[in-house]
């Protein structure tokens, strides 16, 4: 109903409401509440569907949220797999693919599979391993399984040569390079896990070994968990990296790790 007050139109709304019973074809017959606005009312429904419908629309946003979810940490996870630089021939080597013989090889590949599943407190301790020994007895393979691992969990981690590494500092040094050896090394740093593969195959120059040093000694300064590769034995890893590098690689639980047995390529 309209009426003129001082000029101007004012709109009576007239609301009513009752309870009616209402009979549902999948739920049992019940009272429902229907409301009535200018004469039109609303109609019945059955509060046991529309909590049915409300739950399935729920539901279908959890699964909406969940997917998102996991394409985000797949998307991750693929970023976080392109720039550590595992080489192609190890891109999918886990613990699973790696088949020890010997007690002595199931205990090394414990060692390694038990820092990758505990590499958060790891991280926090700043823990560190030396895969060292005979070549081609298995230590790049388990070293790039506890990254695979760690990076499967949302971590990163760069897998590097060590002739690389040095090489791409030393570039650094040429006044044509666009990055600066600090961009450098900071790279090096600031990754959760750093393997350093071939140490002591390079020249080891004063230079080198200082550089080196530089990138060791900044990570463990930061706390940072550093895996080191050498075909040496731990002696003369020891005389080619020096003394501190292996005291500091040793500190909070860091593990020297022997690989001693012969070598499984050709066999």
Known sequence: MMQEQGGLMSINIIFES???????????????KIFCVSNIWSSGFCKDCVEIKRQEAVKLEQERAEKEKER??????????LRAGIPPRFKYHSFETFFA??????????????YAN???ENFKLGKSIILCGTTGTGKTHLACSIANQVIQNKNSAIFINVFKAIDDIKET????????????????????????????????????????????????SNMKPTILISNLNVEAL???????????????GGMIVKFDWKSHRGN
């Open 118 to 120: 505990n590499f958060l």
């Open 238 to 252: 020891q005389e080619f990296v020096g003394e501190r590098v292996i005291d500091r690689m040793k500190e909070n």
């Open 173 to 220: 040094w040429s006044k044509h390079s666009d990055k600066t050896e600090r961009e450098v090394i900071n790279n090096f740093i600031k990754t959760d896990l750093l393997i350093l593969d071939e140490i002591g195959v390079q020249f080891g120059s004063d230079s080198e070994k200082m550089i080196l040093f530089k990138i060791l000694n900044e990570r463990y």
């Open 72 to 81: 985000e940490r797949l998307a991750k996870i693929e970023s976080l797999l």
């Open 18 to 32: 009752k309870e009616i019973d209402f009979d549902c074809e999948l739920h049992s017959k019940s009272k429902v």
């Open 101 to 114: 013989t010997t007690s002595d090889q199931e205990l090394k590949k414990k060692l390694c599979l038990d």
